[in-house]
């Protein structure tokens, strides 16, 4: 098993993460601390724009969270750090986008690291499962945010019998972007992830924060929210300079400058 459970390194303003755990990228306490620091150093870096997360090989995206065989290690919530598990879950104030490129099989945990991502390519072999109710057990962040990305009935059975999901059916139902052949699984997510970080930063924040902050709202209050600009990232950009050189740039027909203030 490697000594360094993650990888990262940077592509412009690309954060890219691969979860390097052989055999099944299965993540630990510790790899959960870890992700939790590179995704807390992604969020308050302004040179990072987009991050990408991956799993190392062609088979397994991740199994998930690693516990003890007989199940002893969880009586108590773990120590999963910053952002709770995978560092994603949980981790406040998040307002850039992170792509998941799904290389294999993403099963427990490993699916649900997928679903706190906001852009998601497969490749043609990925398969999902949520197979805690087997092992007497629940699937606790996919059991808020699952029946939030697809039909409630199928997100209920999908976690109440723990039946595998393909790339097309989990494509139909709306928690896959785009299938892809596994040999150009990292291209294209690289290709998606650089149109996102040349996008307007102070814009793809705002659209984050609206998203995230309204999502437990009632319609009016959360379209009250937005257009009133009571949100911090919404207001920050239209009082920014970057909405003027966006406007600026269309009328010159040129590439705006965005300079993120």
Not at 68 to 75: C, E, I, P, T
Not at 141 to 168: K, N, Q, S
Request: proline share 5%; hydrophobic share 45%.
């Amino acid at each position: 098993m490697s000594d360094v459970p993650i990888k990262i390194s940077r592509r412009g303003a690309v954060l890219e993460v691969v979860l390097d755990r052989p055999k099944a990228n299965a993540i630990d306490s510790r790899t959960s601390r870890m992700l939790g620091e590179v995704f807390l150093a992604f969020r308050d870096d302004p040179a990072f724009r987009v991050a990408l997360i991956t799993g190392a090989g062609d088979q397994f995206f991740s199994a998930g969270r690693e516990t003890a065989a007989d199940g002893s290690d969880l009586h108590v919530p773990p120590d999963d750090g910053v952002g709770g598990f995978g560092g994603l879950q949980e981790l406040a104030g998040l307002n850039k986008p992170v792509v998941a490129a799904v290389n294999g099989i993403a099963i427990g945990g490993g699916m649900e690291m997928v679903l706190a991502c906001d852009i998601v390519l497969v490749a043609e072999h990925a398969r999902f499962a949520l197979p805690e109710i087997k092992l007497g057990g629940m699937p606790e962040a996919a059991a808020v945010r699952l029946p939030r990305r697809m039909p409630h009935a199928v997100a209920m059975e999908m976690m109440l019998t723990g039946r595998w999901m393909d790339a097309r059916e989990a494509m139909r139902w709306g928690i896959v972007n785009e299938i892809v052949a596994p040999k150009d699984l990292m291209t294209r997510a690289r290709e998606v992830s650089s149109i996102v970080a040349e996008s307007a930063p102070l814009a793809v924040e705002a659209i984050k924060e609206a998203v995230r902050e309204t999502e437990a709202l009632a319609l009016q209050d959360g379209l009250s929210r937005v257009s009133k600009r009571r949100l911090p990232a919404v207001a920050r950009l239209y009082a920014s300079d970057d909405i003027k050189e966006g406007r600026r740039a269309a009328a010159q027909k040129r590439k705006p400058d965005w300079r993120g203030r």
